[in-house]
């Protein structure tokens, strides 16, 4: 997690019980996993009443550009084939237009969420910070009944969270 965002377990706590609505205690759970010779990679993980919903990981994000056709050569025999193209894909497919993203997209918008307003979050260009957004105590159920408004312009998998807020708050 680096010096910046402290402990994952540190991590955890803030998020699932002093920022996450209090409709949604006991109902979201975050989880970070790190392999041996991953060379520090993560894979964060999002579940929700015990069923994992999101996943943000190198390799989420390279199945995704294998399955959605960005990559030239989707038929590859071994691991160099398999990662080849991955970093100028990354470099050509702004965040906006992905439903995938990396462990470091995931701390990065973790890091922006707890260093901006509330309302910057809500209304960030960067997806990842308004899950965070969208899962935060501070938003209250006017701005939710707002935001119900634009939830068909918000990616297909940010959709999940808008919704599961709104059905938690009886929106």
């Known amino acids: 997690m680096g010096k910046i965002l ?13 920022m996450l609505a209090e ?45 959605n056709g960005y990559k030239k050569n989707p038929n590859f025999v071994g691991i160099g084939e398999y990662w080849d193209e991955f970093w100028p ?28 307003s509330i309302k910057d979050s809500i209304n960030s260009e960067n997806p990842i910070e308004r899950m965070f957004a969208i899962l935060d105590r501070r938003i209250g159920k006017r701005t939710i009944a707002s935001i119900k408004e634009s939830l068909e312009n918000q990616p297909e998998w940010l959709q999940f969270f808008y919704c599961l807020r709104l059905d938690s708050e009886n929106i």
């Open 6 to 18: 402290g402990s994952w377990s540190g991590m955890r706590k803030y998020l699932e019980h002093e």
């Open 23 to 67: 409709c949604l205690h006991e109902r979201v759970r975050y989880n970070c996993t790190s392999y041996v010779g991953m060379d520090g990679c993560r894979i964060f993980e999002i579940y929700i009443d015990n069923k994992l919903v999101k996943q943000f990981s190198w390799e989420t994000v390279n199945t995704y550009f294998i399955n």
């Open 89 to 116: 894909l990354m470099d050509t497919v702004p965040i906006q237009s992905r439903q995938e993203y990396t462990d470091n997209e995931f701390c990065d918008a973790l890091e922006k969420y707890r260093n901006q």
